[in-house]
Antibody
Framework: EVQLVESGGGSVQPGGSLRLSCAAS????????MNWVRQAPGKGLEWVSY????????FYAASVEGRFSISRDNSKNSLYLQMNNLRAEDTAVYYC?????????????WGQGTLVTVSS | QSVLTQPPSVSAAPGQKVTISCSGS????????VSWYQQLPGTVPKLLIY???KRPSGIPDRFSGSKSGTSATLGITALQTGDEADYYC???????????FGGGTKLTVL
């Protein structure tokens, strides 16, 4: 069974940092591209970042470019999101998601999410 | 403002059919596959449709997807009260080099 379990969320002041982790199991993690998607309270889904299976290709949403950094450790079946210089508008539930292996871009499995609250 | 445009809400009676539209541009829907997600209240998003019209295992054939040009449509037939949820379309935007989602559509089954 595919499982994605996020951790590392919490409350932080504006300008602070957090590192999110996503532990993957039930599939060959090193073969799959991964993503972070967030959802602000009461709002819709917002794509945040993508990393290829090897980690060599990375993309970010314009709203987080230069502040967030995605990475992965295939030896540990883990995905990470380092978030620096956090802003109030970064407050959201952050989901780790696996890209499906068919032709299109889509997320076929989602973690349960971890809440990040940025407030003074 | 989302890159993909969806109606904020749709409604229909139980047993009826509803469609949800998703409008984009040539850099996203026009040249990439579309996916659809269902988010029941208080739960994690769930993949309903991928590659425009394919259903993952376990998704009933009451759910269907189609694409024409720069727009896509999710169809749900034989509506049930349990279908009340937020529905999102998504795809890749080749110009932005980014994933994009629609703003979401709240389905009410009256």
């Amino acid at each position: 069974e595919v499982q994605l379990v996020e951790s590392g969320g919490g409350s932080v002041q504006p300008g602070g940092s957090l590192r999110l982790s996503c532990a993957a199991s039930g599939f060959m993690f090193s073969s799959y591209e991964m993503n972070w998607v967030r959802q602000a309270p009461g709002k819709g889904l917002e794509w945040v970042s993508y990393v290829s299976s090897s980690g060599s290709t990375i993309f970010y949403a314009a709203s987080v470019e230069g502040r967030f950094s995605i990475s992965r450790d295939n030896s540990k079946n883990s995905l990470y999101l380092q978030m620096n210089n956090l802003r109030a508008e970064d407050t959201a539930v952050y989901y780790c998601g696996r890209r499906g292996d068919s032709s299109g871009y889509y997320v076929d499995y989602w973690g349960q999410g971890t809440l990040v609250t940025v407030s003074s | 403002q989302s890159v993909l445009t969806q109606p904020p809400s749709v409604s229909a009676a139980p047993g009826q059919k509803v469609t949800i539209s998703c409008s984009g541009s040539s850099s996203n829907i026009g040249n990439n596959y579309v996916s659809w997600y269902q988010q029941l209240p208080g739960t994690v998003p769930k993949l309903l449709i991928y590659d425009n019209n394919k259903r993952p295992s376990g998704i009933p054939d009451r759910f269907s997807g189609s694409k024409s040009g720069t727009s896509a449509t999710l169809g749900i037939t034989a509506l049930q009260t349990g279908d009340e949820a937020d529905y999102y379309c998504g795809t890749w935007d080749s110009s932005l080099s980014a994933g994009v989602f629609g703003g979401g559509t709240k389905l009410t089954v009256l």
